[in-house]
């Protein structure tokens, strides 16, 4: 597929791990403002792919650029994370990883804070300037906790949040970085039915009301079929398909790799 407006390209990317090929030569391309996902048995490559997207992997070939508008580009391979985070980039992780100590405000503004100049630690001795910052970053955690529906559990500890809202200030967290593209990894992991629709919802509104592209991996085929507009699907660290949902759940190498592979992905 081409396009003129990508705002992710990754070409021929391959990752190793000693004798362990994770990623394969992988090329996709990922449009502005759409919703795609990345599916694949488990050991496909998925987080691999997602841990190069955002500078924790550096692959041994290949190329990644990142385009946070039309007219600019950024290349990743080589860049730490916290400045591909800073260009635009925004991730939740496959495991969950909150302060449980802290609570769902202060998770949500450790993110927001992480894209402002003085940053966390700034924030923490008080510098002078960072008061005007604070205000900010208050008022906009207050808001990202609307966003996602968490105003009633502001104060509560991280620790004893119910799942689904759990996975949802993940989600809070990770917009407080101001993001023009979301990597979600397997955000409706151990969610129910009903945290699985909202979520569902969330994940649109983030598209359609702050016009940040997703990429979702997600092993929940309901959820993906629902959802996206393309799928790519990885077996073995490499493409082995690419198409809407539907040209996927017909494809015959798909359903011998991954959906007859085990009763989960039918779900
Ligand atoms: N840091 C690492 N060191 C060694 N091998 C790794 C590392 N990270 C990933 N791998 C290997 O790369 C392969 C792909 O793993 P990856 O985590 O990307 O799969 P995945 O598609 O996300 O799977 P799952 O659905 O189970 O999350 C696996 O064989 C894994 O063991
Ligand atoms: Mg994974």
Redesign the pocket.
Known sequence: MTSNDPIFEVQDVT?R??G????NNVSIQHERGEILS?I????????????CLTGV?VPQEGSITFHPSVTKAINIVGRPPHRVAHAGVARTF?TSRMFNALTTFENVKIGVEARQKTGPIGAMLKLPRTRHEEKYSDQRSHELLEFVNLTHRTNTLADSLPYGDRRRLEIARALGTDPKVLLL??PAAGTNPSEKLALAELINRINTELDISILL?E?DMKLVMSLAERIIV?NF?GVIAEGTPQQIQNNPLVIEAYLGASDEAKQ
């Open positions: 990752l791990f000693g362990v090929t994770s990623l990345v694949g048995p488990n050991g496909a490559g998925k987080t691999s792919l997602f841990n992997y496959q990894d397997e991996i092993h990885l660290g």
